[in-house]
């Protein structure tokens, strides 16, 4: 069907961008979104966290301090692999890779104080499902994380041919969104602003970070 179909598009690119996708400026990028993340936690022993669409671990490598255990989770083998190679080069102990099918399986509802995704939510169909799966993830007072772009004419990933997800979104229409779905106190604010070398000049564009909580 074509969810398969775009899931096999989506897993192929990341597969073969992955050897070099930890640039000098999406490290320097994760390093910005971590240390927002890491404001919005109050650091307690033995919260565990989930990061979906994990890449190479830009992000959780930089939050091992914060938590028991990160289980982090990627569509791409590739990518978990790099991800992999990181935590036996760096002896990283909190750090568990996982297959979606099993993190969404019902073993783990109720299990996390923190969702977390970056720059993963415009890549799906689905927000719905998705919200809704997170919602069960997440302990009561738990809270989901999202970092994501800002509603753009669509130039982000005009050079990328494969690309059929969303342009960003409209923080509004999010936010009504994840209220529908029973996340309380939901706020939004921009986590980054940057600039991104197109064909036709430079493009500025900004991320969000908005959280909601389970109560």
Known sequence: ???????????????????????????????????????????????????????????????????????????????????????????????????????????????????????????IDYIDYELKKIYKLLKTNGFVIIIDLDKDDGRFHAEEKDFHGHNGFDRDELKALMEKYNFKNVFFETAYEGKKDMKDGVLDYSLFLVIGMKR
Do not use: P
Not at 15 to 43: F, P, Q
């Open 1 to 123: 069907n074509s969810k398969q179909v775009k899931g096999s598009i989506i897993k192929m690119y990341f597969d073969e961008e992955a050897a070099k996708w930890d640039t000098e400026t999406r490290i320097k990028r994760a390093k910005i979104l971590s240390d927002v993340i890491s404001e919005k936690i109050d650091y307690t022993k033995g919260l565990t966290a989930l990061e979906i669409g994990c890449g190479t671990g830009l992000i959780s490598c930089n939050l091992i301090e914060k938590f028991n255990k990160i289980y982090c989770m990627d569509i791409s083998k590739e990518m978990q692999q790099i991800l992999l190679n990181k935590i036996k080069k760096f002896n990283i102990s909190n750090i568990e890779v996982s297959e979606k099918d099993l993190i969404y399986s019902g073993r783990f509802y109720e299990t996390f104080a923190v969702v977390s995704s970056s720059m993963f939510f415009h890549h």
